[in-house]
């Protein structure tokens, strides 16, 4: 764990108030705070037929990174596999959605699509009572703050947690993954450190306590950090694999006031 020394730091805080507002950044115009736009919950599928029925729900618009779904299934249903599918004339994305046990919802990893012109869908193939069964429909899926692609490998790094940052300590979660001939294989073996950065303006600006996340299962890598400040800041996520470091940044978010 990095520690850092903050006596005279926090005098010249209190001086100088909160960062610089970001607000106005081409940055934070595409990428908005998490949870600035949520709506209410979008029916994705609603399938009534032959007496079984099947309704996926997300929590809010579809983004690239982590969204969580609620799905709902009549006895009438055996089995389904619910995938997020990216087509373009020359590549076909595909993410399976991960159940999550402990709180009996989804999640999917969207990833950015390698060409502007395609199109999401979202497919289910699966088996009733009256035998297999596919569904396919297609969906909206925006750019994110919150994914973020390797400069120099194909290391995929989506911010999972916090999803609203906020000053004082917190858990710090990101997902690693790695697209191998469409599907996502999760990172297993990486090494990670961190360097959170606020810049105060005029050259100056600082950091703050945090621990560098460790690998917790399925390509999740968990540690924690300590906003002292609302405002914006930078987030560098250092990983290390097979001897290579690649740095990922998460540049301009917003740290609201706890």
């Known amino acids: 764990m990095r520690t850092f020394r903050f006596t005279g730091l926090l005098l010249l805080l209190l001086v100088a108030g909160c960062a610089p507002d970001i607000s106005e950044t081409e940055f934070y115009k595409m990428h908005p705070v998490p949870g600035d736009n949520a709506s209410d919950d979008v029916v994705l599928i609603d399938h009534v037929e032959a007496g079984t029925q099947l ?23 055996q089995s389904f596999t619910p995938m997020l599918v990216f087509e373009t004339q020359t590549r076909i994305w595909r993410s399976p959605i991960e159940p999550i046990m402990t709180d009996d919802s989804g999640v999917v990893y969207a990833v950015p699509p390698m060409e502007d012109d395609g199109t999401w869908y979202l497919e289910i ?45 917190d858990a710090f979660e ?46 999740h890598y968990r540690g924690d950090v300590n906003f002292i400040m609302s405002g914006g800041w930078d987030m560098t996520v250092i990983v290390t694999k097979d001897g290579q470091t690649e740095n990922i940044v998460f540049a301009g978010f917003t740290v609201k006031q706890g």
Do not use: Q
């Open 125 to 169: 193939d699966g088996s009733t009572t009256e035998g297999p069964k596919s569904l396919r429909t297609p969906v909206a899926v925006s750019e994110d703050i919150w994914v973020r692609e390797g400069d120099s490998s194909d290391l995929i790094v989506a911010w999972v947690a916090p999803t609203t940052p906020m000053t004082g300590n």
């Open 55 to 77: 309704t996926l729900v997300a929590e809010e618009p579809l983004g690239w990174g982590f969204n969580r779904f609620r799905i709902e299934a009549s006895e009438g249903w």
């Open 174 to 219: 990101v997902a690693i993954y790695r697209n191998e001939n469409g599907a996502f294989v999760p990172v297993t073996d990486a090494s990670l450190d961190l360097y959170p950065y606020m810049d105060m303006g005029g050259g100056e600006g600082h950091s703050t306590p945090y621990s560098a996340p460790v690998h917790t299962g399925n390509g």
